[in-house]
């Protein structure tokens, strides 16, 4: 659950972690389906549906893989079945020459930009359009000396931990801190496309704060919000889920993106959960005061005389709460009244008297 001493990073200005909001992500991913009009229409679609942040990916197909159409290169199963990898990174590849304008599109509308580098050139690049920190995607854990190096940047990195062994984990983590990283959020992430719930682990994800000191989330391929409300009520300090502006709109990753009303329904819902969530404290709230009229307490249920033993028949613990707390009951209980007490009395310690007490 969260806690007073939650770890957080800042990104910014803005501060994620502990009782800050929850930071929200929308990845565009190959949503755009090759239309820079849609890249700038889905920044505007994500700041209207309540994101924080919008995160691209840099890559090519060259950069990621290498064109050959031996058997391992093809996809035998899921989402992308029957497809070969370099023509799909071709397909959903972001062009680096969108990149920097999307950045300053993102400016504008006041909504967070950043994007995760595959290898050393999409870093460089990055670098050079000024980008402000990055994301490490769940494939590339294992890949420590291209965490070395976004590391060596100096600049915040959320990495994202999907098939990651907890040994795994460990190693991507100790590599960006020894290179320099000392801004670093973990995601817990179910690697399927789409994911669905049971698949999650989020005590994972919880357990990861406790292990490695950061703030962590979700990034959240599934549909519908309840991976990233469980998220946040077990502490999670950021949701990033896949965003389009319409799922008719073909390309490779429509089929698990959340269309912006859908998205927008998860954004109050993740608000709502994070509000709810609270913090650590007992006692009533400011919207149970009314209520403690409520509680019980010890009433005169019968008329009783001064002198009269106040017994179980002429006394009760009732609602409301205007008499003594019930704990009193069984002390008051065989002692005697020292006045006359009406029926609905709510009765307090000066109407009784120890049996022979005179006033």
């Not at 399927?192 to 990861?208: D, F, G, I, T």
């Not at 008719?248 to 109050?268: G, Q």
């Amino acid at each position: 659950m969260p806690k007073e001493n939650q770890p957080a990073i800042r990104i910014g200005e803005r501060r994620i972690g502990g009782d800050s909001p929850v930071y929200i992500i929308a990845e565009m991913s190959a949503n755009h389906a090759g239309s820079l009009d849609y890249a700038r229409e889905i920044i505007h679609a994500a700041k209207e549906s309540g994101a924080d942040c919008v995160k691209i990916q840099t890559y090519t197909a060259d950069t990621m893989t290498i064109d050959c159409d031996n058997a391992c290169f093809h996809i035998e199963e899921g989402t992308w079945k029957g497809e070969n990898l370099y023509s799909l990174y071709q397909k959903a590849y972001t062009p680096w020459e969108w990149q920097a304008r999307l950045l300053e599109e993102a400016q504008k509308v006041g909504i967070d930009f950043f994007s995760t580098p595959f290898d050393r050139t999409s870093v460089d690049f990055l670098e050079s359009i000024g980008m402000q920190f990055y994301k490490i995607a769940s494939f590339e854990l294992v890949d420590l000396p291209l965490i070395r190096y976004v590391a060596s940047k100096g600049k915040p990195i959320i990495m994202s931990t999907g098939m990651g062994t907890l040994q795994e984990i460990t190693e991507a983590v100790e590599a960006a801190r020894e290179a320099g990283c000392s801004q670093l959020a973990l995601l817990r992430c179910a690697s399927a496309y789409p994911a669905v719930s049971e698949h999650m682990n989020l005590a994972a994800m919880a357990e990861m704060e406790k292990i490695f000191d950061v703030p962590v989330g979700l990034s959240d391929h599934s549909m519908g919000s309840v991976g990233a409300v469980a998220a946040v009520a077990l502490g999670g300090s950021i949701v990033e889920k896949h965003f389009c502006l319409d799922r008719k709109i073909k390309n490779p990753d429509a089929s698990f993106s959340m269309e912006p009303e859908e998205f927008a329904a998860m954004v109050r819902d993740v608000r709502a959960a994070k509000r709810a969530v609270g913090s650590v404290s007992f006692g009533a709230t400011e919207g149970e005061q009314g209520s403690l009229a409520f509680r019980r307490s010890v009433f005169v249920v019968q008329d009783i005389r001064a002198g009269e033993t106040l017994t179980e028949e002429n006394i009760r613990v009732i609602r409301p709460s205007d008499g003594l707390a019930p704990k009193y009951y069984e002390t008051v209980l065989g002692r005697e009244a020292a006045v006359d007490l009406k029926r609905g009395t709510p009765l307090q310690m000066d109407m009784v008297r120890e049996n022979g007490e005179t006033q």
